[in-house]
T-cell receptor, first 113, second 118 residues
């Protein structure tokens, strides 16, 4: 089955700095890669996603890059703000079965004011 | 729309007791999922359903059963609770067909149920 590794497990940055979280996956059948943000006491919420036919996608301060050959994808947050502090999860989803999502173990991001 | 709701929010069980967690969604989504979240281990898929009347096993199905009798509801059952099932349980739903403005595979999560088995 699919295996998703996420690094780092914790990340602390100063407000205004950039943050980068990286994930690798093993199954070449995966073709959809979402990123979720989970705030304390809440369920995860999608913040950005990318499909395997696209190399990069950007939404304001958030961007995701995908390298299909190397089987890795990354989340980039620029100009970080204290409200960006949360746990971030990556996931890999095979196109043939959307039910088989595999999540990374999460990254706890702390943005210090 | 309420989105995805879960009941109860908290529950404490003794070893061997049974219970059912209820998930409801009002977005007419086809797919529904049950995950458990343990510290440092992310989200692990327990069971999922691709439509009313269907269920399938996920990564960690042992000790759990599910039912999807109605499209909007997905029930997770623990027949004989064990301390290893202490966790936070999340339900999610998604709509596999393309929809305007959002990815068709986006999962919408409920607020979670914190279960402790003593």
């Amino acid at each position: 089955g699919e295996n998703v590794e996420q690094h780092p497990s914790t990340l602390s940055v100063q407000e205004g700095d950039s943050a980068v979280i990286k994930c690798t996956y093993s199954d070449s059948a995966s073709n959809y890669f979402p990123w979720y943000k989970q705030e304390l006491g809440k369920g995860p919420q999608l913040i950005i996603d990318i499909r395997s036919n696209v190399g990069e996608k950007k939404d304001q301060r958030i961007a995701v890059t995908l390298n299909k050959t190397a089987k890795h994808f990354s989340l980039h947050i620029t100009e970080t703000q204290p409200e960006d502090s949360a746990v971030y999860f990556c996931a890999a989803v095979p196109g043939t079965n959307a039910g088989k999502s595999t999540f990374g173990d999460g990254t706890t991001l702390t943005v210090k004011p | 729309n309420a989105g995805v709701t879960q009941t109860p929010k908290f529950r404490v069980l003794k070893t061997g007791q049974s219970m059912t967690l209820l998930c409801a969604q009002d977005m007419n989504h086809e797919y529904m999922y049950w995950y458990r979240q343990d510290p440092g281990m992310g989200l692990r898929l327990i069971h999922y359903s691709v439509g009313e009347g269907t269920t399938a096993k996920g990564e960690v199905p042992d000790g759990y059963n599910v039912s999807r009798l109605k499209k909007q509801n997905f029930l997770l059952g623990l027949e004989s609770a064990a301390p290893s099932q202490t966790s936070v349980y999340f339900c999610a739903s998604s709509y596999p067909r393309p929809s305007s403005g959002r990815s068709s595979y986006e999962q919408y999560f409920g607020p979670g149920t914190r279960l402790t088995v003593t």
